[in-house]
């Protein structure tokens, strides 16, 4: 077995056009395989706008130097070559999400009826950065399923940087009680075009890898969870002002930053209960 074989990632993808035809089906992959990558979700001017406003925000934010923007991730403190940037809900990030629920709805629906957000932030690196260790977000044991969306702002090659997921590792109790060792050989490079994106259970076993070009590699993601009542002090990346939104219970969006939009945006209603 050698340590740099990946399967192709070919076997865990789908069109975004053919999404809306088979949410079920593309569910069940992915409930099984613990990701799914779809093409084409956004479109590229969509994904580049997004582009653009996570370097002014990261500039900005690092400028000011206040921790409140940023997730900690691992490598962060170590090498400055990778920020995990907390977003705000700014009209080129709305438009964004609205199409990929407006696509995603149908799949996760058929998971589950109802979700909320978690996490709206910019995984970003910078040539040199020496990628993560293999780790899973939350716990096999212990939490609820949460699905992450990455998404591509710019075209990602293996040189980039993309994240690096095992298949199926989700459900594996061995391998999450250190009981034995990832398989190398079943690992997929999740290379993407600009505006693909990858959804991934939370639980699944992945990592960032180096990024070896002399490009910045941005993934705009959003996570979701099952509705249920947050904890404080949770280590979410999710801006702190939407993050109390969320806790108050007071979900009318009529706040500076409220979350009608998804309403406005005629985002279904049952992907956002909470927020209702
Ligand atoms: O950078 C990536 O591709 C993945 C990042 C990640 O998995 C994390 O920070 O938890
Ligand atoms: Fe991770």
Known sequence: M??????????????AAALVDNPRQVAGAFRRDGLVKVKRILPADVAEAVCKRVHEELASRRAEGD????????????TGQRWDL?????????????????????????????????????????????????????????????VTVFVALHDIPAERGPTKMYPRSHLDGELHLGLKEVDESCAVLCTMECGDCVLMDSRLLHCGTANKSDLHRFLFYSSWMPPARRSRGSTNTLLPEYEEELQSGSHSGNGPHGLRWMFEAKVPPRLVTVMT
């Open 2 to 15: 050698s340590a740099v074989a990946t399967s192709s990632l070919d076997g865990f993808s789908v069109d």
């Open 67 to 78: 921790s409140t923007y940023f997730g900690d991730v691992y490598g962060y403190e170590d």
């Open 86 to 146: 907390k977003l705000r809900l700014s009209s080129e990030v709305k438009d964004a999400l609205r199409i990929l629920l407006e696509s995603l709805q149908g799949v996760l629906e058929s998971l589950r009826p109802s979700w909320q957000l978690t996490e709206l932030a910019a995984m970003c690196t910078f040539p040199a950065d020496p990628g993560q260790p293999v780790h899973a977000d939350t716990s096999h044991v212990y939490d609820q399923q949460v």
